[in-house]
């Protein structure tokens, strides 16, 4: 699954263009590197979300990775942390 449609798709961010932009900026790192927007997600990815304005960072751990648009929070350990 491409990156910018999970976290779309997680309700991570609200908006697909969001999530895009996000990642062209730098705000978004898989397994501790800058991520496209176009990166193939796998299970056991680490992504984790900067997000400045709110001075937070958002790690989300995929346990488990599903085709199409139904999702669960169960597939995802999500921490969060002030920065």
Known sequence: MRLDKFLKL???????????????GGFVLVNGRAAK?????????????????????????????REGNVVSSDDLEINEEKI
């Open 37 to 65: 927007p176009g990166k193939e997600l796998t299970q056991n990815d680490v992504v984790t979300i900067n997000f400045n304005e709110a001075g937070t960072k958002t790690t989300v751990k995929i346990l488990k990775l």
């Open 10 to 24: 997680y309700r991570l961010i609200k908006r697909r263009t969001l999530a895009h932009e996000a990642c062209d």
